[in-house]
Protein backbone atom coordinates (compact mmCIF):
# COMPACT_ATOMS: atom_id res chain seq x y z
CA UNK A 1 0.00 0.00 0.00
CA UNK A 2 1.07 3.22 -0.63
CA UNK A 3 0.29 6.72 1.41
CA UNK A 4 -0.65 9.65 -1.15
CA UNK A 5 -0.65 13.03 0.07
CA UNK A 6 -2.63 16.18 -1.96
CA UNK A 7 -2.38 19.52 -1.58
CA UNK A 8 -2.25 19.08 2.05
CA UNK A 9 -2.64 22.04 4.62
CA UNK A 10 -3.43 22.09 7.59
CA UNK A 11 -4.04 25.32 10.24
CA UNK A 12 -4.78 24.77 13.89
CA UNK A 13 -7.56 28.17 14.84
CA UNK A 14 -5.82 30.86 12.86
CA UNK A 15 -2.03 29.16 12.85
CA UNK A 16 -1.16 27.84 9.92
CA UNK A 17 1.06 24.89 10.15
CA UNK A 18 1.76 22.83 6.96
CA UNK A 19 0.91 24.06 3.28
CA UNK A 20 0.10 22.53 0.38
CA UNK A 21 1.81 19.42 0.98
CA UNK A 22 2.28 16.64 -2.00
CA UNK A 23 4.14 13.40 -1.57
CA UNK A 24 3.87 9.74 -1.88
CA UNK A 25 5.45 7.10 0.47
CA UNK A 26 5.99 4.00 -1.53
CA UNK A 27 5.82 0.80 -0.41
CA UNK A 28 8.35 -0.63 0.80
CA UNK A 29 9.92 2.94 1.03
CA UNK A 30 11.70 4.89 4.13
CA UNK A 31 10.55 8.45 3.90
CA UNK A 32 12.49 10.60 6.65
CA UNK A 33 10.83 14.03 7.10
CA UNK A 34 13.41 16.64 8.73
CA UNK A 35 12.77 20.82 9.08
CA UNK A 36 13.31 22.85 12.20
CA UNK A 37 11.29 22.84 15.60
CA UNK A 38 7.74 23.54 15.20
CA UNK A 39 7.17 23.51 11.69
CA UNK A 40 4.57 20.78 11.29
CA UNK A 41 6.53 17.62 11.38
CA UNK A 42 4.45 15.70 13.79
CA UNK A 43 1.52 17.11 12.58
CA UNK A 44 1.98 15.70 9.36
CA UNK A 45 2.48 12.30 10.83
CA UNK A 46 -0.69 12.41 12.53
CA UNK A 47 -2.13 13.89 8.94
CA UNK A 48 -1.03 9.92 7.76
CA UNK A 49 -2.49 8.32 10.38
CA UNK A 50 -5.85 9.98 10.04
CA UNK A 51 -5.58 11.63 13.48
CA UNK A 52 -6.28 14.89 11.78
CA UNK A 53 -8.19 16.08 9.56
CA UNK A 54 -6.57 18.21 6.54
CA UNK A 55 -8.17 21.85 6.07
CA UNK A 56 -7.32 21.34 2.71
CA UNK A 57 -6.05 18.40 0.53
CA UNK A 58 -6.28 14.49 1.32
CA UNK A 59 -4.30 11.53 2.76
CA UNK A 60 -4.79 8.46 0.00
CA UNK A 61 -4.13 4.77 1.11
CA UNK A 62 -3.67 3.71 -2.27
CA UNK A 63 -3.65 -0.60 -3.23
CA UNK A 64 -4.19 -2.79 -0.13
CA UNK A 65 -2.30 -3.19 3.34
CA UNK A 66 -0.20 -6.87 3.49
CA UNK A 67 -2.07 -10.03 4.25
CA UNK A 68 -3.10 -10.44 8.05
CA UNK A 69 -2.51 -6.46 8.81
CA UNK A 70 -5.09 -5.35 11.51
CA UNK A 71 -4.06 -2.29 11.16
CA UNK A 72 -2.64 -0.39 8.18
CA UNK A 73 -0.88 2.46 10.10
CA UNK A 74 0.72 2.17 13.51
CA UNK A 75 2.23 4.54 14.96
CA UNK A 76 6.20 4.42 17.25
CA UNK A 77 7.16 7.76 19.70
CA UNK A 78 10.27 8.96 20.89
CA UNK A 79 8.80 8.43 24.56
CA UNK A 80 8.24 4.48 24.19
CA UNK A 81 4.57 4.62 25.25
CA UNK A 82 5.00 1.44 27.45
CA UNK A 83 2.78 0.28 30.39
CA UNK A 84 5.52 -0.15 33.00
CA UNK A 85 3.37 -2.41 35.36
CA UNK A 86 3.51 -5.04 31.54
CA UNK A 87 5.72 -7.45 30.20
CA UNK A 88 7.09 -7.29 27.38
CA UNK A 89 4.10 -9.73 25.89
CA UNK A 90 1.94 -7.68 27.79
CA UNK A 91 2.63 -5.04 25.92
CA UNK A 92 2.58 -5.99 22.43
CA UNK A 93 -0.32 -7.97 23.66
CA UNK A 94 -2.32 -4.48 24.23
CA UNK A 95 -2.86 -3.46 20.24
CA UNK A 96 -3.35 -7.22 19.66
CA UNK A 97 -6.41 -7.11 22.35
CA UNK A 98 -9.04 -5.37 20.42
CA UNK A 99 -9.38 -7.84 17.42
CA UNK A 100 -11.08 -10.74 16.84
CA UNK A 101 -7.96 -13.04 17.42
CA UNK A 102 -8.04 -16.32 18.80
CA UNK A 103 -5.77 -16.89 22.11
CA UNK A 104 -3.18 -19.15 20.10
CA UNK A 105 -2.96 -16.57 17.43
CA UNK A 106 -2.41 -14.09 19.71
CA UNK A 107 0.56 -16.33 20.74
CA UNK A 108 1.76 -17.12 17.40
CA UNK A 109 1.87 -13.19 16.58
CA UNK A 110 4.03 -12.37 19.67
CA UNK A 111 6.05 -15.28 19.28
CA UNK A 112 6.69 -13.98 15.30
CA UNK A 113 7.56 -10.45 16.12
CA UNK A 114 10.00 -10.83 19.38
CA UNK A 115 11.84 -13.28 16.92
CA UNK A 116 11.83 -10.38 14.12
CA UNK A 117 13.20 -7.95 16.67
CA UNK A 118 14.89 -10.21 18.57
CA UNK A 119 13.45 -10.11 22.12
CA UNK A 120 12.48 -13.68 22.01
CA UNK A 121 14.85 -13.90 25.50
CA UNK A 122 12.65 -11.05 27.29
CA UNK A 123 9.45 -11.85 26.96
CA UNK A 124 8.84 -12.06 30.42
CA UNK A 125 10.71 -8.68 31.25
CA UNK A 126 9.18 -5.84 32.38
CA UNK A 127 10.21 -2.27 31.20
CA UNK A 128 12.23 -1.34 34.18
CA UNK A 129 14.13 -4.56 33.31
CA UNK A 130 15.11 -2.94 30.28
CA UNK A 131 17.37 -0.58 28.52
CA UNK A 132 16.31 2.52 26.46
CA UNK A 133 16.76 0.88 23.27
CA UNK A 134 15.28 -2.25 24.39
CA UNK A 135 12.54 -0.25 25.27
CA UNK A 136 12.50 1.18 21.82
CA UNK A 137 12.52 -1.94 20.26
CA UNK A 138 9.78 -3.19 21.79
CA UNK A 139 7.20 -0.56 20.96
CA UNK A 140 8.80 -1.30 17.47
CA UNK A 141 7.49 -4.68 18.22
CA UNK A 142 4.36 -3.57 19.32
CA UNK A 143 3.87 -1.30 15.89
CA UNK A 144 4.93 -4.25 13.39
CA UNK A 145 2.65 -6.84 15.61
CA UNK A 146 -0.45 -5.85 13.44
CA UNK A 147 1.17 -6.05 10.41
CA UNK A 148 1.00 -2.39 9.48
CA UNK A 149 1.21 -0.93 5.86
CA UNK A 150 3.12 2.08 6.87
CA UNK A 151 4.90 2.65 10.57
CA UNK A 152 4.67 6.22 11.34
CA UNK A 153 7.50 6.79 13.76
CA UNK A 154 7.68 10.40 15.34
CA UNK A 155 11.62 10.79 16.15
CA UNK A 156 11.95 7.60 17.73
CA UNK A 157 15.63 7.39 18.16
CA UNK A 158 15.65 11.07 19.88
CA UNK A 159 15.35 10.06 23.87
CA UNK A 160 18.46 7.44 23.32
CA UNK A 161 21.94 8.38 24.15
CA UNK A 162 24.15 8.33 20.51
CA UNK A 163 25.53 5.21 20.96
CA UNK A 164 22.03 3.01 21.82
CA UNK A 165 20.77 5.29 18.53
CA UNK A 166 23.39 3.89 16.53
CA UNK A 167 22.44 0.47 17.52
CA UNK A 168 19.51 0.81 16.69
CA UNK A 169 19.93 2.12 13.38
CA UNK A 170 22.03 -0.40 12.51
CA UNK A 171 18.55 -2.80 14.10
CA UNK A 172 16.19 -1.10 11.45
CA UNK A 173 18.30 -1.13 8.48
CA UNK A 174 18.53 -4.76 9.50
CA UNK A 175 14.55 -5.35 10.20
CA UNK A 176 14.75 -3.37 6.53
CA UNK A 177 16.80 -5.02 4.70
CA UNK A 178 14.72 -8.49 6.09
CA UNK A 179 11.12 -7.19 5.60
CA UNK A 180 11.22 -4.15 3.42
CA UNK A 181 8.55 -2.41 5.43
CA UNK A 182 7.12 1.19 4.28
CA UNK A 183 7.73 4.10 6.93
CA UNK A 184 7.80 7.52 7.49
CA UNK A 185 10.24 8.90 10.05
CA UNK A 186 10.14 12.12 11.45
CA UNK A 187 13.41 13.21 13.08
CA UNK A 188 15.53 16.13 13.99
CA UNK A 189 19.15 14.46 13.16
CA UNK A 190 20.73 14.83 9.84
CA UNK A 191 22.67 11.58 10.59
CA UNK A 192 19.74 9.41 11.02
CA UNK A 193 17.82 10.72 7.90
CA UNK A 194 20.74 10.04 5.23
CA UNK A 195 21.47 6.95 7.14
CA UNK A 196 17.49 5.63 7.09
CA UNK A 197 15.65 7.49 4.24
CA UNK A 198 14.92 6.10 1.05
CA UNK A 199 13.66 9.99 0.07
CA UNK A 200 14.92 12.89 3.13
CA UNK A 201 11.87 15.72 2.36
CA UNK A 202 13.08 18.85 3.66
CA UNK A 203 10.41 20.99 5.29
CA UNK A 204 10.91 24.68 6.28
CA UNK A 205 9.82 26.29 9.22
CA UNK A 206 5.88 26.87 10.31
CA UNK A 207 4.31 26.93 8.15
CA UNK A 208 5.64 23.80 6.92
CA UNK A 209 5.76 23.76 3.36
CA UNK A 210 8.36 21.06 1.66
CA UNK A 211 11.48 22.68 0.39
CA UNK A 212 12.88 20.07 -1.40
CA UNK A 213 12.95 16.05 -1.89
CA UNK A 214 16.32 14.87 -1.76
CA UNK A 215 16.67 11.01 -3.15
CA UNK A 216 19.14 8.27 -1.94
CA UNK A 217 20.00 5.49 -4.25
CA UNK A 218 23.21 3.72 -1.96
CA UNK A 219 21.72 0.84 -0.47
CA UNK A 220 20.45 1.29 3.12
CA UNK A 221 22.71 -1.47 4.61
CA UNK A 222 25.75 -0.17 2.40
CA UNK A 223 25.72 3.39 4.21
CA UNK A 224 27.83 4.61 6.48
CA UNK A 225 28.53 8.46 7.37
CA UNK A 226 32.36 8.51 6.37
CA UNK A 227 31.21 7.58 3.20
CA UNK A 228 31.73 10.96 0.97
CA UNK A 229 28.80 10.71 -1.02
CA UNK A 230 26.18 10.27 2.35
CA UNK A 231 28.47 13.08 4.08
CA UNK A 232 27.62 15.94 1.10
CA UNK A 233 24.43 14.62 1.29
CA UNK A 234 24.51 15.16 4.86
CA UNK A 235 26.29 18.77 4.70
CA UNK A 236 23.83 20.11 1.62
CA UNK A 237 20.86 18.98 4.09
CA UNK A 238 22.19 20.52 6.92
CA UNK A 239 22.91 24.31 4.53
CA UNK A 240 19.33 23.73 4.00
CA UNK A 241 18.38 23.92 7.43
CA UNK A 242 20.78 26.03 9.13
CA UNK A 243 18.90 29.25 8.40
CA UNK A 244 15.02 27.95 9.17
CA UNK A 245 16.51 26.47 12.20
CA UNK A 246 18.21 29.37 13.59
CA UNK A 247 14.96 31.53 12.47
CA UNK A 248 12.75 29.11 14.00
CA UNK A 249 15.16 29.15 17.17
CA UNK A 250 14.88 32.52 17.24
CA UNK A 251 11.20 32.61 17.25
CA UNK A 252 11.23 30.42 19.92
CA UNK A 253 13.02 31.75 22.23
CA UNK A 254 11.24 35.16 21.93
CA UNK A 255 8.03 33.42 23.01
N1 LIG B 1 -3.41 20.54 18.98
C1 LIG B 1 -2.84 21.72 18.68
N2 LIG B 1 -3.53 22.88 18.79
C2 LIG B 1 -2.93 24.04 18.47
N3 LIG B 1 -1.66 24.17 18.03
C3 LIG B 1 -0.95 23.07 17.92
C4 LIG B 1 -1.47 21.77 18.23
N4 LIG B 1 -0.51 20.85 18.00
C5 LIG B 1 0.57 21.53 17.57
N5 LIG B 1 0.31 22.85 17.53
C6 LIG B 1 1.25 23.89 17.04
O1 LIG B 1 1.49 23.62 15.67
C7 LIG B 1 2.85 23.82 15.34
C8 LIG B 1 3.44 22.56 14.75
O2 LIG B 1 3.47 21.57 15.77
P1 LIG B 1 4.13 20.15 15.53
O3 LIG B 1 4.13 19.45 16.83
O4 LIG B 1 3.47 19.50 14.38
O5 LIG B 1 5.60 20.55 15.10
P2 LIG B 1 6.93 19.66 15.04
O6 LIG B 1 7.62 20.01 13.77
O7 LIG B 1 6.60 18.23 15.26
O8 LIG B 1 7.75 20.23 16.27
P3 LIG B 1 8.95 19.54 17.10
O9 LIG B 1 10.15 19.63 16.22
O10 LIG B 1 9.08 20.41 18.30
O11 LIG B 1 8.54 18.13 17.42
C9 LIG B 1 3.52 24.31 16.61
O12 LIG B 1 3.55 25.70 16.57
C10 LIG B 1 2.61 23.81 17.70
O13 LIG B 1 2.67 24.67 18.83
MG1 LIG C 1 7.17 16.85 16.71
Known sequence: MDLKVENLSHWYGDLQVLRDINLTIAQGEIVCVIGPSGCGKSTFLRHLGGLEQPTEG????VGEPPAGSLNPLTYVFQDFALLPWRTVEGNVSLVLEGHKLSRAEVDERITDVLARTRLSDFRQAVPKQLSGGMKQRVA?????????????MDEPLSALDSQTRELLMDDLIDLWTRENFTS?????????????GHKVVVLS???????????????????????????????AL????????QTADMELAEG
Open 58 to 61: KVLQ
Open 140 to 152: IARALSVNPAVLL
Open 184 to 196: CYITHNLAEAVRL
Open 205 to 235: RRPGVIREIVEIDTPLAERSLSDPGIAAIQQ
Open 238 to 245: WDMMREEA
